[in-house]
């Protein structure tokens, strides 16, 4: 039996894949505070729902453009 843990946090890298953008691009976002993370030791780490939170954001910036 395959038991498959969803992540509680993801690493910057796993942040830019699941948004298709590069590791520069989401730690400047990071850095802007436009995605939101935490510092756990010298790691940072971003919530899926903060990931969540920032595509909602895109989202809501675009369509009321």
């Not at 780490?45 to 009321?64: N, T």
Request: no cysteine.
């Amino acid at each position: 039996m395959t038991r498959h843990l969803t992540p509680r946090w993801y690493s910057p890298v796993e942040v830019a894949v699941l948004l298709g953008f590069g590791l520069s691009k989401v730690k400047m976002k990071i850095a802007t505070g436009e995605l939101r993370s935490i510092k756990d030791g010298k790691y940072r780490r971003v919530l899926p729902e903060w990931v969540d939170e920032y595509v909602r954001e895109q989202v809501q910036r675009q369509e009321a453009a």
